[in-house]
């Protein structure tokens, strides 16, 4: 689907005009204690003229034909832009735990890292993250790598989501 910058886009946006739409596909991942897993993956990026992005994204187990059949993991949160290529992700995960993230947008590339991570008593211990998010032949590939309060830094989920609307 080709995409065109929205017409109400606040102009500090335009370094992240391409992420605006829903993304749809499968991602992979792994943890110790789980193992491998595959999993269907939605993402939605909006605005509504203000100086952010909205992000809304849901993993979902599938079936054998790739229809949603169980929730796994949400997470919300906003896009804010910086100068000079700076970006910040503000994210919450219904686990109880909270991250902020900052980073650099280059082109249609993103490097983000963790700066704080906020945690409910009873959250699951993550301390920590990196995250590359990036347009592929015009698809949204992004890595998410995570740290634990018992397992260090290692690759998590990663995925390649397909744009289906603007």
Do not use: C
Request: net charge negative.
């Amino acid at each position: 689907m080709p995409f065109e910058i929205p017409d109400n886009l606040n102009p500090d946006l335009m370094p992240l005009a391409w992420l605006i739409g829903r993304w749809e596909g499968t991602g992979k991942g792994t943890w110790p204690g789980t193992g491998d897993f595959e999993y269907g993956q939605q993402v939605d990026i909006s605005h509504n003229g203000g100086d952010y992005l909205h992000y809304l994204s849901q993993t979902f187990e599938t079936d054998d034909e790739g229809k949603a059949v169980r929730p796994l993991s949400m997470e919300t949160g906003f896009w804010l832009p910086g100068g000079n290529g700076n970006v910040d992700l503000v994210l919450a995960h219904p686990q109880g735990y909270a991250e902020i993230w900052y980073g650099k947008v280059d082109g249609a590339k993103i490097e983000l890292a963790t700066d704080a991570v906020m945690r409910t008593q009873d959250a699951e211990p993550v301390t920590g993250g990196s995250r590359l998010y990036g347009n592929v032949e015009n698809d949204l590939l992004w890595t998410w790598d995570k740290a634990t309060t018992e397992v260090p830094l290692q690759a998590y989920m990663w995925a390649r989501l397909q744009r289906r609307s603007n």
